[in-house]
Each structure stands twice: as C-alpha cells, then as structure tokens.
C-alpha cells in the first residue's frame, strides 16, 4: 500500500494530466466547431483552387460592318502566388523555357503574393513553349497554362488612336479602380475607345473550381461559372476612308520632306459628316501599332516609340492645340457681317499694311488694293481681316469663336480632348498680369496670337457653315450590341448649338469659301476637281519652328456630305502642306481618278 506521501503525489499528478486532457480537448473542440471551416478551407486552398475565365472583350466594326478588333484564343502562362512552392528554382526552370530573365518573373510573382487571383507571366505562347511547360510540368508546381482571348486589332496600325489598345492593369490603375470591381491581372482599355467604353467591353469574368494534386496538375473539375462576354461596337468610322486618310498623310509627308521640308514629320486629319457630326476617319501622325500592347510590349518597342520626338501615342486629331490660321477668317468674317460691321459689297483699301499696326500686314508684303469681302476670303487677305477685327473688337471675336465650338470641349467619346483658347483679355492679364493691345486683337482676327484649336474643333466649325449653321457634336459610335448580336443601344445624332449667323450671310460666306478653291484662291490647285469644292486654306504660326499648314474643306460645295480638317506641323503653307492630304480623300471618297 503506497504511504500518503506517494499516494498524494499521484493525485497531483492525476489533476494535472486531467487539465491537460481538458485543455487538449478544448483546443480540439474550438479548432472543430468555431474554427473548421477556416481550416477546411486552409486544407482545401492545398487541393482545389478557382482559376478565372476571361470574358472575351467586345468586338469593333465600322460602319460598314467591317469587323476592325476582335479576339483569339491564347495559351497564358499563370503562377498561383499565394502557394508557397513557388521557389526561386522553379522560377528559374520557368524563366528558363520562357526566354524572360528571372528577377522579372519573380518580382511579378512576390508583388503578388497576397492576391488569390493567379499572375499572368507571359501571353500568347507558341504550341513550341506550351509542349515544353507541359512536359515540365512535374517540376512546374504553382504554374498553370489556361488559355485566354487575345485582343486583335485586325488593320493593325490603322485607327490606332480611335481604338486605343488595352493591357494588363497597372498598380495604380487598380488602386483607382477597385472599387469598379477590377483585379490584379485583368486587361483593360488603355487608350481611346478602348479605355471610353471599358466597362461594357470587357464583360463578366467567370471561373473554374478544380481539384489538384500536389504537383498542381488538374484532377478533377469541381464546378465551372461561364463568363459573359463583353458587348460590342458599331462605329461611325468608315475603313476605306481611315485608310485613304492615313495614306495621303504618309506619302504627302513623304513626298514634303523629299523636297526639303524635313521638319515635316507629323499631320492630323479629321474627316466627318456635316449633316449628322459622325466621325467617319481619324488620323493622328505618327502612329503605333496596338498589337504590339496586348502581350506585354518590349522594351526596345517602347523605347522606340517614347523616344520618338513627334509622339506617337499623343492623338493630335482631338488634343493637339494650334493657330487655327487663316480658317478662323470664317468666324471673323461672319461676325463682321452679321453684326453689320460690314456689308458684302464694301471696298477696303489693302496697302499691304494696316494703318493703326503697320507692322501688320500680309504674307509677303502683298497688297491687293481695293478688296470686298468674298475677294478678300478666296485670297486669305491679312489686311482686310485686321481691319474687320478692328471694327468688332476682342469681346465680339471671343463671343463668336465660341459659338462656332472654339475654346471648348466638343464632347467626342475619346478620353483626353483637349479645350484649345479662345483669345481674350482676361486670359493675358491672368498669365501675365499685363493689357491688352490693339495688335493682339489683330492676331486673333486672323487666328493667330492667343488662338488655339484642335484639328476636330476646325472640322465641326467648318462643318456648321457647310450644313447651314448646325453645329453637331462629333460622335464615334452608332449602336452598342451583345455578344449574341441584340440591339442594346443606338446613338443619334446631338445638336451642340447653333451658329449665331442668318442664313443669308451663311451663303455669303460659302460663297468666298468655294472661290477659295477656283483660279485665284489660295487653293486654286483644285480648281476643276469633278466634284465643286469649298474650304479655307490657312497657315498657323508655330514659335518652336516652321509654321503649320492648316486646310479645312467640304464637298459637294451644293450640299455638302463630307468635311475635312488637316493640319501638318511645321508643314509650311497650307496650300502646299494640306490641301493636297485633302485632295486625295475628296478623290478617294468620290472615287474620282487623280
């Protein structure tokens, strides 16, 4: 029999064994009921993982139905980051098969690590690169191929600027967005269209529930949400005619620099329907190619595009900002007349040089002596126009200059419009702190000085006077459809204002703008064309180098159905520099031989 001593002990020893038990079995009962499902879960993690689907994009088509983006199907390479087997060894054999350097894949991968969506390593891989992954993939835990729709802009360079190009999310695009629903490693709208119309484009991921085995091969397929693709839009843009666009503009900047004009380097066209503002072409020069973006796009390509001192990603057609030149005559000319400042038949001395400024003069130290108002608009005369400015004043050329859409955002579906200026006093004294002169109101009579405007302000104010006096605003989209081709939204056209000038005036001014194109004009050279032609020739200073050509232009003159803007930097005059870009569209779209 054990004395009281030992006997104690035991007990004691018995208690504390019962604690043990207590606690052990406590711990057991909290892991299982309160906390299973978080360790099922944690287990689970191990063997069944969610792979998402991507929803194909929305397609594009012009308005002819011509299909201009669309998709493909693509072997993607992905890495499960949260899974802890992902070494730096498997990211060298990786690497390795993939042709990239190492850190990059595994800087992506630890940048990564806390998102549950897998990393995208690389796109679009060849059947060469899919066999090798395969045959490694004993060695390859973590990484997965699925595969993915690839976007294709079918004309390659062609429209580049109106569709822009999509890419994988950046940081900061996703810290802006999250809220939208957006992930780490979705592809979205960069640039243009693209990026306007992203929400509706890119559809509704879906996803896979499978079950893996310890080397991530799939073993079972638990579950599966089908994604929603995106919907897809009908432009307003016409094919033939961005095509005809872009070609003028290459071989007549080509054919510039040939003789001599080597600055000639970068142009902007903007060709619309004056009856409606529809967007038939777009042209912004240099251009790049979008299919370079979608899967990644190397450094020697992107050093050769930001390097490149004439922008090619900037889309000059809507955030260029120039003089509009000589074509803000239109405006000056129809303020002068509607505000009885001067009548059609009024004979204004030309000397060569204003009497109040008579360092302001013309082009050349030209005088045409006596001249009225339809001469002085056919032969762009400078002194005519600084004495019409003049008579209004800057108040009267600022109120006009916005009537006719200068100074503001037109209101086109492209992200990054630029507004332009409008010249006016409290402008300067802002800037500067300094007066207003008589001089500078000169300036502005003739578009020059203070005056900004882009390329596709130019082409829907020429645009008004061409339809009567409508200004419409310019539109990039007819309709928007689903994937299954239902109607989900059409575009009207939107009237944005209308031109403070009668009509009688209106026809005044059409008149001077078809003489403007007949022996005489400033565009004489199209004197003859089959179809009549009207526009305005203009010549836009440029302090950082040669001046810009400016022309703007609409056909038939009788009633008009096309109407174009071309502006070719450091170009020269705008009879030499962009009335021939327009000449070959006028000639393409009528389908007049050259």
């Known amino acids: 029999m054990l004395s009281k001593k030992y006997a104690y002990r035991f007990e004691i020893l018995g208690v504390l064994f019962a604690l043990v038990f207590l606690v052990l079995m406590s711990r057991a009962a909290w892991l299982q009921i309160y906390e299973g499902d978080y360790y099922k879960g944690q287990a689970d993690g ?4 969610l792979t998402p689907i991507m929803a194909p994009r929305g397609l594009f088509y012009d ?3 011509v299909p201009l983006v669309t998709n493909r199907p693509s072997f993607t390479v992905v890495v499960n980051a949260k899974e802890n087997r992902f070494t730096p060894e498997i990211a060298g054999k990786l690497a390795d098969i993939l042709g990239l350097p190492v850190d990059e894949i595994s800087n992506k991968v630890e940048k ?3 998102n549950y969506e897998p ?3 690389k796109s679009d891989l060849t059947p060469e690169i899919v066999t090798r992954l395969e045959e490694r993939r004993g060695d390859l835990p973590g990484v997965m191929i699925v595969i993915r729709p690839l976007r294709i802009y ?8 109106t569709l822009g190009y999509v890419g994988e999310i950046s940081e900061e695009e996703l810290a802006q967005l999250k809220d939208k629903g957006y992930k780490q490693g979705q592809i979205i709208g960069k640039l243009g269209l693209e990026k306007y119309y992203d929400g509706i484009l890119r559809g509704e991921d879906g996803a896979t529930r499978v079950e893996v085995d ?3 091969r799939v073993v079972h397929q638990l579950g599966k949400k089908e994604a929603m693709p995106g919907e897809s839009l009908y432009l307003t843009l016409d094919a033939d005619i961005q095509k005809s666009a872009e070609r003028a503009v290459s071989e007549h900047l080509a054919w510039l620099r040939y003789n001599g004009n080597y600055k000639a380097q970068a142009a902007a066209v903007v060709v619309m329907d004056p009856r409606n503002g529809a967007v038939l072409a777009l042209v912004s020069w240099p251009t790049f190619n979008p299919n370079s973006f979608v899967s990644g796009i190397s450094q020697k390509e992107w050093d050769k595009i930001s390097k490149n001192p004439y922008n090619p990603m900037s889309n ?8 509009p030149g000589s074509a803000f005559k239109v405006v000056t000319g129809a303020a002068a007349l509607e505000l009885g400042k001067v009548t059609a038949g009024e004979a204004i001395f030309d000397g060569g040089f204003h009497r109040l400024v008579p360092d302001k003069g013309n082009a050349g130290g030209g005088a045409l002596g006596w001249i009225a108002f339809n001469e002085a608009l056919a032969k762009s005369d400078n002194v005519y126009f600084y004495e019409m400015a003049y008579r209004l004043g800057i108040a009267n050329l600022e109120k006009y200059a916005r009537a006719f859409g200068y100074g503001s955002l037109t209101g086109i579906n492209l992200p990054g419009e630029s507004e332009g200026l409008v010249a006016n006093p409290e402008y300067k004294r802002k800037l500067f702190n300094e007066d ?4 500078e109101t000169f300036d502005a009579g003739i578009g020059q000085g203070f005056q900004l405007a882009t390329p596709l302000q130019m082409a829907m104010a020429i645009s008004a006077v061409a339809n009567g006096g409508t200004r419409y605003k310019p539109y990039l989209v007819s309709k928007i459809v689903s994937d299954k081709n239902e109607l989900i939204q059409t575009f009207e056209p939107q009237v944005a204002g209308t031109l403070p000038v009668s009509q009688y005036n209106i026809e005044l001014i059409k008149k001077g703008l078809r003489d403007v194109a007949q022996e005489g004009g400033t565009a004489g050279q199209l004197a003859g064309f089959t179809v009549p032609l009207a526009g305005k020739t203009g010549t836009s200073e440029n302090s950082m180098g040669q001046d810009h050509g400016v022309f703007v232009a609409y056909a038939p003159a009788d009633k008009p159905e096309i109407a174009i803007a071309v502006l070719v930097e450091q170009g020269g005059y705008g009879s030499k520099a962009a009335v021939p870009i327009a000449r070959r569209i006028f000639e393409d779209y009528f389908h007049v031989k050259p």
């Open 436 to 439: 207003w002169y008589l001089a």
């Open 46 to 49: 191990n063997r069944i993982r």
């Open 154 to 161: 079918n004309c390659n360079e062609l429209a580049a600027h």
């Open 119 to 121: 990393v995208v390593i």
């Open 316 to 323: 000059k057609a809507i955030s260029g900002e120039y003089p």
């Open 63 to 65: 308005r002819n139905g």
């Open 214 to 216: 310890v080397a991530g």
């Open 112 to 114: 990564n690590k806390n």
